[in-house]
């Protein structure tokens, strides 16, 4: 069975180049009945148009990758389509070889992956992006924009290929290791910290809400928002974060939440209150 493979010859290294590149259509098609599972199918094409011959042949390796649901980020997919694929060159060659193990072995790969994925893809690299683009542009740069493309995006397609020489080189070598290091749980929790980190460091710097409170006693001016300065600093701005996500956590739709923002704002500034 596929076991890990020292080094890759030229044939094979442009082979995973056809990987990374068919990556790009992973994203392409998304149904509520199979999720990705035809994204997933074209990204497995290099390796069912190497391994397979006859038409036959390829039409059944792919109507088997369109059997079962499949989600997972495109930037970490060729692990997966790395690891089927060496699965499905050792099925070409072995007439005994049961097909049944590559279905498993891609749901079982597809939980672990998906989860490392959306950790360092959208719970890190993108909120880096974004703090990084958003502080620049609010500061009148497009510097922000051109930012937050290369961080969101230089990570991504690096992952992508690397991801599939990996899953490649390995093959059933991978799952062992994921299952046994407990790597899953330790990288996702160190992406999690790094990203609710940033969150907090975003929500400091860019959500901005004080008060216009004040009383006079004695003819001297008390203003509210310096007393909360004093004993909590940033208050406000963490109180407003925490009600938006609690309205989206209601799947409140993102128009409607602007609409209120809005609103408040607007009624906090005739009333006199902020």
Request: glycine share 8%.
């Amino acid at each position: 069975m596929s076991e890990n493979r020292a080094n890759l010859t030229r044939d094979e290294k442009k082979f995973v180049r056809e990987l990374f590149f068919w990556d790009h259509l992973f994203d392409t098609c998304y149904n509520y009945q199979l999720q990705l599972s035809i994204g997933f199918a074209l990204s497995m094409w290099p390796a069912i148009r190497r391994f397979y011959k006859t038409k036959e042949e390829r039409a059944k390796a792919l109507t088997r990758h369109l059997m079962m649901p499949y989600n997972n980020g495109a930037p970490m997919n060729t692990l997966v389509s790395g690891v089927c694929s060496a699965l499905e060159e050792e099925a070409s060659q072995n007439p005994d070889f049961d097909t049944n193990i590559i279905t498993n072995i891609k749901v079982g790969l597809m939980g672990p992956v998906a989860a490392i994925n959306d950790s360092f893809f959208f719970g890190t690299f993108r909120l880096i992006a974004s703090a990084i683009g958003i502080a620049l542009c609010t500061k009148g740069s497009w510097l922000g924009i051109l930012l937050f493309i290369l961080i969101n995006n230089i990570p991504r397609v690096l992952s992508i290929y690397y991801c599939g020489v990996l899953g490649y080189k390995t093959g059933l070598g991978l799952l062992t290791d994921l299952s046994t290091s407990g790597i899953v749980d330790k990288v996702s929790k160190a992406a999690n910290i790094v990203g609710v980190t940033i969150v907090g460091a975003m929500t400091a710097m860019m959500v901005s809400l004080n008060t216009t409170v004040s009383w006079t006693i004695g003819g001297e001016v008390y203003a509210l928002q310096n007393y909360l300065n004093d004993i909590f600093p940033m208050l406000l701005p963490l109180l407003v974060t925490l009600g938006l996500y609690k309205i989206l956590s209601k799947r409140v739709s993102m128009v409607v939440v602007m609409l209120l923002v809005l609103g408040f704002s607007i009624l906090g500034a005739l009333v006199g209150i902020i």
